[in-house]
């Protein structure tokens, strides 16, 4: 893995360097890249997968670690958790927010909890405790901010859900809280509310040529979000019941009607949830609606 020269300077360059991460987001950060539009190709113990972009170097880091790449100058954009930018106190600029994450689209959460049979009820229970996270600085200033005195905030370096019963409670990230659950945990308060984020260096976003590949590449990844669990309607429909077709389709939705060469039929043209359309296509069919292709979708750009 590429490293920082030790004095913070770094030349140049008109090539816009990406930081994307590796571990639990790699997979579907990759998937949402290639959905909008990018080739991207990671090579087997390789940190620079190839882009089909001439103008785009690529370069894989942790994701704890992208935000300080980035403040430091050694990045010009990348994307990581909100969570790290604030671990990091990281001093960057927010482009925009990417909705998704390795298991939902909903946010992730930084949690404090405690086995379930503990008798700690709420944080000031935990004076004088003992705290393990990988999120050392926001939960230190979490306790600061409560006037609550802790006799340590050390550092876990996984399996942090193990260690709730070895010390007096921990702070974890949690999706869908099946792994707290699993481990018997219970959760006392939330520290910190985290999504993905595509951040740049303050000095690239100033730059004419790298602010427009950055604003071009959250248009595009933007795009690929919006059209997730998102499907295409086609069919045709006798024009006698367009009205009673069209009124099927959900509220909010107005189709692209276009004229056949039969005058007595129209084509309709929608897009809708992917679970909606599975109620609504035998719906249609049951309505009059003819050949009803169902398509995935790889961009939505508002």
Not at 49 to 74: H, K, L, N, T, W
Request: contains cysteine; hydrophobic residues 40%; aromatic residues 4%.
């Amino acid at each position: 893995m590429p490293t920082p020269s030790p004095n913070g300077n770094h030349k140049q360059s008109t090539l816009l360097r990406l930081g994307l991460p590796i571990g639990s987001l790699q997979e579907t950060t990759i998937s949402l890249l290639q959905q909008a539009g990018y080739r991207i190709h990671l090579r087997a113990r390789s940190y620079t997968p190839d882009i089909d972009d001439s103008d785009v170097e690529v370069v894989m880091f942790r994701a704890q670690e992208i935000s300080r790449y980035i403040d430091d100058g050694v990045l010009d954009v990348g994307i990581t958790g909100h969570d790290w930018v604030v671990e990091n106190n990281s001093n960057v600029h927010e482009v925009c927010q990417l909705q998704y994450s390795k298991a939902t689209d909903q946010p992730a959460r930084w949690v404090l909890a405690v086995p379930a049979e503990s008798s700690v009820e709420k944080a000031k229970d935990l004076a004088d405790g003992i705290i393990a996270t990988e999120l050392v600085n926001t939960t230190t200033k979490f306790f600061l901010n409560q006037n609550i005195p802790i006799r340590k905030v050390e550092f876990s370096w996984g399996a942090t859900e193990v260690k709730a019963r070895l010390v007096d409670a921990i702070v974890d990230i949690t999706e869908t809280g099946s792994s707290l659950r699993a481990n018997n945990l219970r959760v006392i308060d939330t520290i910190l509310t985290s999504t993905t984020r595509l951040i740049a260096n303050h000095n690239a976003w100033a730059d004419q040529n790298k602010r427009q590949k950055i604003e071009a590449l959250a248009l595009l990844l933007n795009g690929a979000i919006n059209a997730r669990e998102k499907i295409g309607l086609k069919l045709n429909t006798p024009r006698a019941k367009l009205d009673q077709i069209v009124g099927l389709l959900p509220a909010e939705k107005s189709p692209t009607i276009s004229e056949l060469a039969d005058s007595q039929w129209v084509a309709l043209e929608v897009i809708v949830d992917e679970q909606v359309g599975r109620e609504l296509i035998p719906q249609l069919r049951r309505a009059g609606a003819t050949g009803i292709i169902s398509y995935n979708l790889k961009l939505i750009i508002p």
